[in-house]
């Protein structure tokens, strides 16, 4: 297709070739400035508008000041040192740890003894209502170390202190568990502290043949106390089994102290002071009471002198007169017997024995049997 035809093969105007021959010109001319840079207007109005974009930026933050300034650096010291805090807290309980689990196999006179011992004192603070058995185990733990201290050779002081530590956790524990059993009245712990006492006393006969001779005596010291331990509990097993309930009499350093049970029907002790019980007869009637004896009248007693008589009751100590007796008479200053006074009301004769006597008149007895006149 030539420029003078379009697309259907007809001819073209002159004016439209003119116009597209124009255009294909300028399209030209733009091309060739396209393959060099931007011109320099172009370049100079671009950087002065980045230039104002870049001076309406909002500005940075003012720097904190006063006390602001002062808390914000604390707060990370702060934190560093909890951060630091923690990770030492961290490293002291697994060391700790460590240190515990390597000083469980430690005997007396190694360097982790004592912390050993330590950690037991913890173990029995935490142990609340088992502190009796726990006590128990540890005497177990100190046979254990004896064994060690048979084989190693170990000086007699230390083989005596533990022998020591092991008496007073025996005693302590055997106490405790005592207590407790009766006080829950269950013969299980009493069976498991016998069958404990018996295994401890085995071991510390087989033992005492190996420790230091001058530790004998306190070996067997130990065997003693822990053959009393075991019979102790087989008694209070005995006496938890009673009828009344368990059978004690009072404590000492074993703990409660076994009693015989008593016997069926018979009457607790009364408390002093209190009135004895009268035992009823067989065909249930009471027995009488045994008979009060009458009291014995007193006899009237009259007395002479100057300026009359006076009636007296017998000094403590003097016999009685017995019933029916005349009362003696005393002499007047004449010679003359002074009769008896009669008793008013009655026949003049002495009260039976039967009845209440009435009471002695405390009449004076005049000493003058003549005419006033003459007296």
Same mark, same amino acid.
């Given at each position: 297709?030539?420029?003078?035809?379009?697309?259907?093969?007809?001819?073209?105007?002159?004016?439209?070739?003119?116009?597209?021959?124009?255009?294909?010109?300028?399209?030209?001319?733009?091309?060739?400035?396209?393959?060099?840079?931007?011109?320099?207007?172009?370049?100079?109005?671009?950087?002065?508008?980045?230039?104002?974009?870049?001076?309406?930026?909002?500005?940075?933050?003012?720097?904190?000041?006063?006390?602001?300034?002062?808390?914000?650096?604390?707060?990370?010291?702060?934190?560093?040192?909890?951060?630091?805090?923690?990770?030492?807290?961290?490293?002291?309980?697994?060391?700790?740890?460590?240190?515990?689990?390597?000083?469980?196999?430690?005997?007396?006179?190694?360097?982790?003894?004592?912390?050993?011992?330590?950690?037991?004192?913890?173990?029995?603070?935490?142990?609340?209502?088992?502190?009796?058995?726990? %006590?128990?185990? /540890? $005497?177990?733990?100190?046979? !254990?170390?004896?064994? #060690? @201290? *048979? &084989?190693?050779? +170990?000086?007699? =002081?230390?083989?005596?202190?533990?022998?020591?530590?092991?008496?007073?956790?025996?005693?302590?524990?055997?106490?405790?568990?005592?207590?407790?059993?009766?006080?829950?009245?269950?013969?299980?712990? %009493?069976?498991? /502290? $016998?069958?404990?006492?018996? !295994?401890?006393?085995? #071991? @510390? *006969? &087989?033992?005492? +043949?190996?420790? =230091?001779?001058?530790?004998?005596?306190?070996?067997?010291?130990?065997?003693?106390?822990?053959?009393?331990?075991?019979?102790?509990?087989?008694?209070?097993?005995?006496?938890?089994?009673?009828?009344?309930?368990?059978?004690?009499?009072?404590?000492?350093?074993?703990?409660?102290?076994?009693?015989?049970?008593?016997?069926?029907?018979? =009457?607790?002790?009364?408390?002093?002071?209190?009135?004895?019980?009268?035992?009823?007869?067989?065909?249930?009637?009471?027995?009488?009471?045994?008979?009060?004896?009458?009291?014995?009248?007193?006899?009237?007693?009259?007395?002479?002198?100057?300026?009359?008589?006076?009636?007296?009751?017998?000094?403590?100590?003097?016999?009685?007169? =017995?019933?029916?007796?005349?009362?003696?008479?005393?002499?007047?200053?004449?010679?003359?017997?002074?009769?008896?006074?009669?008793?008013?009301?009655?026949?003049?004769?002495?009260?039976?024995?039967?009845?209440?006597?009435?009471?002695?008149?405390?009449?004076?007895?005049?000493?003058?049997?003549?005419?006033?006149?003459?007296?």
């Amino acid at each position: 297709m030539s420029p003078s035809h379009d697309a259907a093969g007809s001819p073209r105007p002159a004016s439209v070739r003119d116009r597209e021959a124009a255009l294909e010109a300028r399209l030209r001319a733009l091309a060739a400035d396209l393959d060099d840079g931007p011109a320099p207007g172009f370049r100079a109005a671009t950087r002065a508008r980045l230039v104002a974009m870049a001076a309406v930026r909002p500005p940075a933050p003012a720097p904190p000041r006063g006390l602001r300034a002062r808390l914000r650096p604390g707060r990370g010291a702060r934190r560093s040192r909890l951060t630091a805090a923690v990770a030492g807290a961290v490293l002291a309980v697994t060391a700790t740890g460590a240190l515990v689990a390597l000083s469980t196999g430690a005997g007396p006179g190694d360097a982790l003894y004592g912390l050993k011992r330590g950690t037991e004192q913890t173990q029995l603070a935490l142990a609340g209502d088992e502190r009796g058995p726990t %006590l128990l185990q /540890l $005497a177990t733990t100190r046979l !254990q170390e004896l064994d #060690g @201290l *048979a &084989d190693g050779g +170990a000086p007699a =002081p230390l083989v005596r202190d533990t022998l020591a530590t092991m008496d007073a956790q025996t005693t302590e524990g055997a106490a405790l568990v005592s207590t407790e059993a009766l006080g829950a009245r269950d013969a299980a712990p %009493l069976t498991a /502290l $016998a069958d404990w006492a018996r !295994q401890q006393r085995s #071991g @510390l *006969a &087989d033992l005492r +043949a190996a420790l =230091p001779g001058d530790t004998g005596g306190a070996a067997t010291g130990s065997i003693d106390l822990v053959g009393r331990i075991g019979a102790r509990a087989e008694r209070l097993r005995t006496a938890l089994s009673c009828a009344g309930g368990p059978a004690t009499s009072g404590r000492d350093e074993l703990g409660p102290v076994p009693a015989p049970c008593a016997a069926p029907g018979t =009457p607790e002790p009364s408390a002093p002071g209190a009135p004895a019980t009268v035992p009823a007869d067989p065909a249930g009637e009471t027995p009488p009471a045994a008979p009060t004896p009458d009291p014995v009248p007193a006899a009237p007693s009259s007395g002479g002198g100057s300026g009359g008589a006076t009636g007296s009751a017998p000094a403590p100590g003097a016999p009685t007169p =017995p019933v029916g007796t005349p009362a003696p008479t005393t002499p007047a200053p004449d010679g003359g017997p002074v009769p008896p006074l009669p008793v008013p009301g009655g026949s003049g004769t002495s009260p039976s024995p039967s009845s209440t006597p009435p009471p002695v008149l405390d009449t004076p007895l005049s000493t003058c049997l003549l005419p006033p006149l003459l007296c």
